[in-house]
């Protein structure tokens, strides 16, 4: 049974930053493609970052890029997000998700991602 555990979220302010993780019971850990999705207030669940096996490859979603950085420890079977510049329309629930996946391709689309997590919330006031 794979389990992700994300915490970090919580209240920021508008230009500040907040880093999230998602610890991930899971053997082979580095085998997982991880990303990051979230779900603001009213809205449908978006990608936000993922990352590679290695953590060589990653990708962002043209909302957070240049201010987030998704990295990831696979000896503490651990994944980040940092995000700085915060703005109001980055709050949302944030959900760390991971993909088994053998070539460590990427993947922005949420079908692609077996197991969740619960989600951690943010909240960014201006």
């Known amino acids: 049974q794979v389990q992700l555990v994300e915490s970090g979220g919580g209240l920021g302010q508008a230009g500040g930053s907040l880093r999230l993780s998602c610890v991930v019971s899971v053997d082979s850990f580095s085998r997982y493609v991880m990303g990051w999705f979230r779900q603001g207030p009213g809205k449908e669940r978006e990608f936000v970052a993922a990352i590679s096996w290695s953590g060589t490859n990653t990708d962002y979603a043209d909302s957070v890029k240049g201010r987030s950085t998704i990295s990831r420890d696979n000896a503490e079977n651990t994944v980040y997000l940092q995000m700085n510049s915060l703005k109001p329309e980055d709050t949302a629930l944030y959900y760390c998700?991971?993909?088994?996946?053998?070539?460590?391709?990427?993947?922005?689309?949420?079908?692609?991602?077996?197991?969740w997590g619960q989600g951690t919330q943010v909240t960014v006031s201006s």
């Open positions: 998700a991971a993909r088994y996946n053998l070539l460590g391709v990427l993947s922005r689309s949420e079908s692609e991602y077996r197991y």
